[in-house]
């Protein structure tokens, strides 16, 4: 498990076993190089290993109390600054992968590479995650040159996955998925995962490398989601629409390092808007297609998905609309109006989103969590089914702006800025609280945010929650207010949620 951070030790390890006296070998066949959440069934087996040398252990410190206390010299191996080999090879690997997985190491023969660059080569493999591990070694030929031979254990082809999934806002869900690998296309894959519930949901993505080292993708990816959007007053709902969004998109991805990549793509999207509880003074239906090409970046070196403790989670991406095709039918007591000419056909929009992790000790329990998010309009006279929603903590939605003290969807701008910081407390193996301070920021137009008291579009959000990383998914009880009506709003949350 240590191959990909020690090098000499892979290199040198038949030399130092015949040098110790006492060598203990846990039984760890049964788990991944990425079970970093089994930590305490890993250590358990060493003390298990342990117990069966104590006799050999126990003379051995006899042995040594008999020598007079003096510091040893220390002699460490000494890193090389880069290596060469003569030749790569794979064992173990199936044909059709061997050329996948050297390209995706980036290393060639006879030409020098340094020990991080075979790390992050190792990190490209398994990130693929079409091996449960992905292992090397050094060894030499009868010719008496250096050979770099790697080995990975692949997964089944095909994935199915079922989760039961409860939270305060979207109600009980089950999610099911599948995934398989080349399966039609060589070098590909598909994932389909449903969400089946009050409000469904469904999502397609289907991709394929391209180039030699496989950074290059290409894919399409179709949405489906429906979800209630409450209207709030005072912090209590006045009205609740129901949305259903629909998206066609095709997009093409360039993996620059393990943990960041850009992207460029373009959609087709359908936003659907009806009231669930008629009135006169209303419209029956608002309907929205337009087109939409994209550019963005994202960097996500976070250790956890769920209570990361280290890292950061980046996003910078910019939309231009165009096309906007409006049919809207109002209420019989209301009349009908021309939305050609109340919105502007094309628009742009800027969305970030930024969460840094940073530990406060060595032993990385507590950690300091600095956010900040932002949703900009750009232009004049848009139309309300494009305005940015914020609100809730944990949400798992891409056009939601989190916000600690709204609940989910309950506060809508056309310019929204966010800005926070916690500190996160793992008190207990997998249980963690974090106190959370936030600052919300809106406008109708960007030049606002200039040209008015700041007073006036300022929400201060304040909050706690607790979570704990199950088996199941994560655990979250979260309770929090703001100084926009002061109503203390609760959330909880149990399972996966559908990621949209």
């Known amino acids: 498990m240590g191959q990909t951070s020690f090098l000499m030790g892979v290199i040198d390890a038949k030399t130092q076993r015949e040098m110790v006296d006492v060598y203990v070998v846990p039984e760890l066949d049964d788990f991944a190089s990425a079970d970093f959440n089994k930590v305490?069934?890993?250590?358990?087996?060493?003390?298990?290993?342990?117990?069966?040398?104590?006799?050999?252990?126990?003379?051995?410190?006899?042995?040594?109390?008999?020598?007079?206390?003096?510091?040893?010299?220390l002699m460490s191996l000494i890193k090389p600054d880069s290596l060469i080999v003569d030749e790569i090879t794979t064992r173990g690997i199936a044909e059709k992968y061997k050329r996948f997985i050297t390209a995706r190491f980036g290393i060639l023969p006879g030409k020098y590479f340094s020990v991080s660059e075979l790390e992050e080569g190792i990190r490209r493999v398994y990130g693929t995650q079409y091996f449960?591990?992905?292992?090397?070694?050094?060894?030499?030929?009868?010719?008496?040159?250096?050979?770099?031979?790697?080995?990975?254990?692949?997964?089944?082809?095909?994935?199915?996955?079922?989760?039961?999934?409860?939270?305060?806002?979207?109600?009980?869900?089950m999610l099911l998925n599948a995934t398989f690998r080349d399966l039609f296309i060589p070098s590909s894959r598909i994932s389909l995962t449903a969400n089946i519930s009050e409000n469904p949901g469904f999502q397609v993505y289907f991709f394929k490398y391209l180039g030699r080292k496989r950074r290059l993708t290409a894919g399409m990816q179709f949405n489906n989601d429906?979800?209630?959007?409450?209207?709030?007053?005072?912090?209590?709902?006045?009205?609740?629409?129901?949305?259903?969004?629909?998206?066609?998109?095709?997009?093409?991805?360039?993996?620059?390092?393990?943990?960041?990549r850009v992207s460029i793509g373009a959609l087709l999207e359908r936003t659907s808007i009806k009231p669930k509880v008629l009135n006169n003074f209303d419209f029956n239906r608002w309907l929205l297609k337009n087109k939409q090409l994209y550019a963005s970046?994202?960097?996500?070196?976070?250790?956890?998905?769920?209570?990361?403790?280290?890292?950061?989670?980046?996003l910078a991406r910019y939309e231009f609309n165009f096309d906007l095709l409006f049919d809207v039918t109002l209420a019989d007591s209301l009349e009908s109006f021309n939305s050609g000419s109340m919105f502007n056909k094309t628009f742009g929009s800027v969305k970030f989103r930024m969460d840094y992790y940073q530990p406060l000790l060595q032993n990385k329990k507590?950690?300091?969590?600095?956010?900040?998010?932002?949703?900009?309009?750009?232009?004049?006279?848009?139309?309300?089914?494009?305005?940015?929603?914020?609100?809730?903590?944990?949400?798992?939605?891409?056009?939601?702006?989190?916000?600690?003290?709204?609940n989910e969807l309950e506060y809508s701008s056309l310019q929204l800025i966010t800005g926070g910081a916690g500190v996160q407390w793992e008190f207990l193996p997998d249980f963690f609280v974090e106190p959370r301070l936030n600052v919300l920021i809106s406008a109708d137009y960007i030049e606002d945010f200039v040209n008015t008291q700041i007073e006036e579009e300022f929400v201060l959000g304040y909050g706690l929650q607790v979570g704990y990383a199950s088996i199941i998914g994560p655990i979250v009880i979260n309770v929090s207010s703001n100084t926009y009506n002061k109503k203390v709003r609760s959330f909880f949350n149990v399972g996966y949620r559908f990621r949209f």
């Open 40 to 73: 305490d069934s890993i250590i358990n087996r060493g003390e298990i290993a342990g117990k069966l040398h104590r006799k050999e252990l126990d003379s051995l410190a006899s042995y040594l109390a008999t020598f007079k206390q003096k510091q040893p010299k």
């Open 132 to 173: 449960y591990r992905v292992h090397y070694e050094f060894e030499t030929t009868p010719l008496q040159k250096r050979r770099l031979v790697i080995y990975a254990e692949e997964k089944p082809r095909g994935f199915l996955g079922v989760n039961l999934h409860y939270d305060s806002e979207k109600r009980a869900a």
């Open 226 to 260: 429906a979800f209630d959007v409450p209207i709030y007053v005072e912090g209590d709902i006045s009205r609740l629409y129901k949305y259903n969004y629909t998206s066609y998109e095709i997009n093409t991805r360039y993996t620059i390092t393990n943990d960041s």
């Open 297 to 314: 970046f994202e960097l996500n070196n976070i250790n956890r998905r769920y209570f990361p403790s280290k890292g950061i989670n980046l």
């Open 366 to 406: 507590i950690s300091l969590h600095v956010s900040s998010h932002a949703g900009l309009t750009l232009g004049e006279n848009f139309t309300l089914v494009k305005e940015f929603l914020a609100g809730g903590v944990f949400t798992a939605y891409s056009y939601l702006i989190p916000f600690e003290g709204f």
